[in-house]
């Protein structure tokens, strides 16, 4: 499931409400999902990422995966599967991970 776009329901971080919009599935916890938000807001902090391939991946607009937007949610929030990143995404993703995702 990693590198798999849906369109979902994303809670907000204060836990008050939600919003139609694109995510990003980063781990697949069986029932749950780890996802990060997608937006079309041009973002260059150190875990933006942009997406090049961003049609292949089904979304309408060019694009960044903000791996500091992360939410642990039910997979019962995904509406709409738009599409997969294309190996060269994911690839960037998963290198700005392991880059500042260190314990």
């Known amino acids: 499931?990693?590198?798999e776009v849906f369109i979902c329901q994303f809670p907000f971080t204060s836990g008050t409400g939600s919003k139609i919009?694109?995510?990003l599935?980063?781990?697949d916890l069986e029932e749950d999902a780890v996802i990060c938000r997608v937006t079309s807001v041009n973002r260059t902090g150190a875990l933006d990422v942009t997406l090049n391939d961003w049609k292949v991946a089904g979304l309408?607009?060019?694009?960044?995966a903000r791996l500091d937007r992360l939410v642990t949610a039910e997979k019962t929030i995904f509406l709409r599967r738009l599409g997969v990143l294309s190996a060269a995404d994911l690839a960037a993703v998963r290198d700005?991970?392991?880059a500042h995702m260190t314990l």
């Open 1 to 3: 499931m990693f590198g």
């Open 21 to 23: 919009r694109p995510a």
């Open 25 to 27: 599935v980063l781990f």
């Open 60 to 64: 309408l607009k060019p694009s960044v």
């Open 96 to 98: 700005t991970w392991n």
